[in-house]
């Protein structure tokens, strides 16, 4: 059930008119993303509503945030797990069809900004869209900060729109048993509270500026900056899971020109598009 629905979150809730003030603050580098701009205290999904509202007719940039998700979901149909008052959850929509083979790659780089840009932490971007945090020099060792799924709506061969969502783990929770060991907040990596209002500004702000690049420019700009914010893209061990369940193993070698990415296995370079992505 969707409660206290809020257009101008600077009369509601205190998270809402931190939002709505952060939004303001940076109005000038956000581009139309944040105009409008919906608080819920609690949705089943974010980019549920976002899909909705872009069927609607809502314009490219409206965003749409919840204090709790109970239905959440990440790549793979798996399940994003959205305590009330622990993580900004946040779905925009996106109406230009030319982002839609990079959108996640720049959802990535953007929440990874967004983040270092507000707190100073080191993040990463474990492909394809994972933003962990390091800890050590195994990659392996890394736990998940933040997530980012996109969705896209077609008629034909067109892209009528594309829904970007994504998730932050701003305070800790209590994770499930399965996610506990390998899932981390701002808050405990900092040792001290966070303000979500800046993160959430300085993504929609970043997102803003990757995307526009990608428009003016092509995707050059962003793959090289995806590049330098994933480490583990290039000479990382990876295993996969390839066609009929076999596991696969190799070594990343980097990004293909569209976004794939690449692993040298058995003196052959092979591209990963959507397999499940194991660093060992």
Do not use: C
């Not at 077609?154 to 499930?176: C, E, K, M, T, W």
């Amino acid at each position: 059930m969707v409660t206290n629905a809020v257009t101008d979150p600077s009369t509601s809730s205190t998270r809402a008119s931190e939002l709505a003030a952060a939004l303001t603050s940076t109005a000038a580098d956000l581009g139309t993303f944040g105009r409008p701009l919906y608080y819920f205290d609690e949705v089943g999904s974010t980019n549920d509503l976002a899909m909705r509202a872009a069927e609607r007719g809502e314009p490219e940039g409206a965003v749409f945030v919840a204090g709790a998700q109970t239905a959440g979901r990440g790549r793979l149909g798996r399940h994003w797990f959205s305590p009330p008052g622990a993580g900004l959850y946040v779905s925009t929509i996106v109406r230009r069809a030319a982002l839609a083979p990079w959108i996640t790659l720049a959802g990535g780089v953007a929440v990874a900004e967004g983040v270092r840009s507000a707190t100073g932490l080191p993040v990463q971007i474990k492909w394809p869209n994972d933003v962990v945090v390091a800890e050590g020099a195994a990659f392996r060792s890394r736990r998940k900060l933040a997530g980012i799924l996109a969705e896209a709506a077609s008629h034909g061969d067109r892209v009528q729109y594309i829904v970007l969502g994504f998730g932050v783990n701003l305070r800790s929770a209590a994770f499930p048993p399965e996610l506990a060991d390998r899932t981390t907040s701002i808050e405990t990596e900092l040792g001290r509270p966070i303000e979500a209002g800046p993160v959430f500004a300085g993504t929609l702000v970043a997102l803003n500026r990757v995307t526009a690049s990608v428009i003016e420019e092509g995707p050059s700009a962003l793959l090289a900056r995806w590049l330098a914010l994933s480490p583990s893209a290039t000479g990382a061990r990876i295993e996969w899971d390839g066609p009929g369940a076999t596991r696969r193993s190799g070594v990343t070698v980097g990004l293909a020109a569209d976004g794939a990415l690449l692993v040298r296995s058995g003196g052959a370079i092979e591209r990963i598009v959507s397999a499940e992505v194991r660093w060992i």
